[in-house]
């Protein structure tokens, strides 16, 4: 088997244990595939190294992620999937102001090519407007990236986001509509026992007991732990990016 087929055969791998979440696995594999890889197979490297960037932002190395797009960029510098990760790299470094110019970048090159990457790119530009309490701002980007894509994982997280963002709004009806349309929608897509859901679940049922339903807010928060989700509570802090796994393996 030559070089090219075997990284071929390791990227697949990769990709697999990174949609598992078996992090460290992930990246093995993706470095050997780099390794086979010749400098001449320019795309094929930018693909890899974009799936090797996904890995290291889940174990938290944001600047091996950073170092990583910025090489997959120099060779597709219109992939918008790879423009919004590294944004969110940029941001988790505490770099709002680059993180904010490859977001635009990838929703003006997404919203003509990759209407998935725009949409996430606009979720997590929402959200440094949300930090800057910029709100308004932040509340039409969330809107506008849930016009634009089907139900499913992504607008459920992104729906989610609004639903936390309208509570500090004090938008407490449209707080609780969102949050429950993004339960729905996430266990639609992903069953009732995935992670996404236990997560929105200890958001409304933070909604619920701060508006006076003691009980059923106790019984979501069992349901919640349940699944085994982590404690996540978002109503007086950042909501979390939209996760790199809802972008399709490219």
């Known amino acids: 088997m030559d070089g090219r087929n075997l990284a071929t055969i390791l990227k697949a791998l990769g990709w697999a244990e990174l949609s598992t979440e078996r992090f460290h696995n992930a990246q093995r594999y993706f470095d050997r595939s780099l390794e086979l890889l010749e400098p001449a197979l320019a795309d094929e490297r930018a693909q890899v190294l974009g799936n ?18 910025r090489q997959a960029i120099a060779i597709r ?26 977001h635009r970048l990838a929703i003006k090159h997404g919203d003509r090519s990759d209407i998935a990457a725009a949409a996430l790119a606009r979720s997590d530009l929402a959200l440094i407007y949300q ?5 308004q701002e932040s509340a039409n980007l969330f809107e506008t990236a849930i016009a634009t894509i089907p139900a499913g994982q992504v607008r459920a997280r992104i729906m989610a ?17 969102h949050l429950v349309q993004a339960l729905r929608e996430a266990e639609a897509a992903l069953g009732p026992q995935h992670s996404d859901v236990g997560k929105i679940l200890y958001n409304y049922a933070e909604l619920l007991k701060r508006t006076g339903r003691k009980r059923l807010a106790k019984a979501t928060e069992r349901r919640a732990a349940a699944i085994g989700a982590p404690l996540v509570v978002e109503m007086d802090a950042t909501p979390s990016t939209v996760d790199w796994r809802s ?3 490219r």
Do not use: I
């Open 52 to 69: 090797a960037a996904a890995a290291a932002l889940s174990l938290g190395d944001c600047s091996r992620a950073e170092r990583f797009l």
């Open 77 to 102: 510098s219109t992939d918008a999937a790879l423009l919004h990760l590294l944004g969110q790299a940029l941001f988790l470094q505490h770099n709002s102001g680059d993180a904010e110019s490859f």
């Open 131 to 135: 930090s800057q309490n910029r709100f």
């Open 247 to 249: 972008l399709r393996s």
């Open 161 to 177: 986001n609004l639903g936390v963002l309208d509570w500090k709004r004090g938008l407490k009806v449209e707080a609780e509509t």
